[in-house]
């Protein structure tokens, strides 16, 4: 079956750059028509989606990141990227990815990683 694993640093500091990597088994990130999502959940702002990669490699990025955010792919390693640069601690949180058909999945749509808890603080 589809699993997701998020993977990465638990502390970055303020000013760094956040960056997350999901591993992808059971099924290939290129495999029509599936995107791949990137969201994170804090208690503040609840779920937010940050962007996405589909699995033609094409991306989109969330209004508020956009400027600072890259989505990107290890096709070789079945692997999908999150770098966001500039992180303050507003940028806490549990960060999931998703393997959907859909480019905006509900909780229930999918397969989601367990997520990954990234706390920004010097």
């Known amino acids: 079956q589809v699993q997701l694993q998020e993977s990465g640093p638990g502390l970055v500091k303020p000013s760094q750059t956040l960056s997350l990597t999901c591993t992808v088994s059971g099924a290939s990130i290129t495999t029509y028509p599936y995107y791949c999502t990137w969201f994170r959940q804090s208690p503040g702002k609840g779920l937010e989606r940050i962007g996405w990669i589909a699995y033609s490699g094409g991306t989109y990025y969330a209004p508020s990141f956009k400027s600072r955010t890259t989505i990107s792919r290890d096709t070789s390693k079945n692997q999908f990227t999150l770098q966001l640069s500039s992180v303050t601690p507003e940028d806490t949180a549990v960060y999931y990815c998703?393997?959907?058909?859909?480019?905006?999945?509900?909780?229930?749509?999918?397969?989601w990683g367990q997520g990954t808890q990234v706390t920004v603080s010097s």
């Open positions: 998703v393997r959907a058909r859909s480019a905006a999945p509900n909780r229930n749509e999918g397969y």
